[in-house]
C-alpha cells in the first residue's frame, strides 16, 4: 500500500522531529556557549540524535546557526505586527495606546531568552555579517517598518499627525522605550533590568515624550 494513501509516513514525521529536536538543542547550545564554543556533538547529544543525523539535516554549523537566527525572525515580524493590529488599530487614545505598546515592547524584548539571542548576533556579526545583518533587516527593521505603517493610520484617523518619516518615527518610540533598559541589560546582565515599577515610567515617559512631537 502507498504510505500516503494509508497516512502512514512513519519516515517523514520522524524527519520533522528529529530537525525540531536538533534546532532546539542547537538553540540552547549557542546560547551557553556562543558560536565559537558550541559543537555539534553537543547538540547531538542533547538532541539524542547521531551526529551523522545533524549533519543530514544541516551541511554545517554554520548552516545550522543560521537556521536558528533566521528563524527567529518571521515570529518576531509576526507577533508584533499582530500586536499593532490589536493595540493601535483600535485605539480611540492614542497615549493609552502608546503606553501599552511600549509595555509589549518591554515586555517582549526584556525576555532573557531574546537578550541571549540578541548577544549572539551582536558577537557573530563580524563572523557572519550576512546572517546579522539578514537578522536585523528581515526581524528588527521590518517590524519597525510595521509600526511606522501603524503610526500612518493612526494619522489617517486624526490621532497624530502625520510623520513626514513613518519608519524613522518608529525607531524613534522603540528608542525612547528600549535605549536605556536595552543597554542596561546587554551591559549589566540579563538579570540586572530596571525594576517593573520603572519600567512602567519609562513606558509612560516614552509616550509623553512622543506625543509631544507627534500629538494632534
Do not use: C
Not at 78 to 84: L, P
Not at 125 to 141: K, L, N, Q, V, Y
Amino acid at each position: 500500500m502507498d504510505p500516503q494513501q494509508s497516512g502512514a509516513q512513519p519516515d517523514g514525521g520522524r524527519t520533522a522531529r528529529k530537525r525540531r529536536a536538533i534546532l532546539a538543542a542547537a538553540t540552547e547550545v549557542f546560547l551557553q556557549n556562543g558560536y565559537l564554543g558550541a559543537s555539534m556533538d553537543e547538540v547531538a547529544a542533547k538532541a539524542a540524535v547521531s551526529k551523522q543525523t545533524v549533519y543530514k539535516q544541516f551541511a554545517d554549523k554554520k548552516h545550522l546557526f543560521a537556521e536558528i537566527i533566521l528563524g527567529t525572525t518571521a515570529q518576531l515580524v509576526d507577533g508584533f505586527e499582530q500586536t499593532y493590529g490589536s493595540v493601535l488599530d483600535e485605539a480611540t487614545d492614542p497615549r493609552q495606546a502608546l503606553r501599552d505598546l511600549a509595555r509589549v515592547f518591554l515586555a517582549n524584548l526584556t525576555r532573557p531568552d531574546v537578550l541571549q539571542l540578541r548577544r549572539l548576533v551582536i558577537a557573530e556579526a563580524d563572523r557572519f555579517p550576512d546572517i546579522s545583518g539578514a537578522w536585523f533587516e528581515r526581524g528588527f527593521h521590518q517590524s519597525l517598518v510595521l509600526l511606522g505603517e501603524a503610526l500612518e493610520r493612526l494619522a489617517d484617523r486624526g490621532l497624530l499627525r502625520r510623520p513626514a518619516d513613518p519608519t524613522l518615527a518608529a525607531y524613534q518610540f522603540a528608542g525612547l522605550v528600549m535605549y536605556k533598559p536595552m543597554n542596561q541589560l546587554m551591559f549589566a546582565g540579563t538579570h540586572a533590568g530596571p525594576d517593573p515599577e520603572e519600567l512602567d515610567h519609562i513606558a509612560d515617559q516614552a509616550a509623553e515624550a512622543f506625543l509631544a512631537a507627534y500629538g494632534v
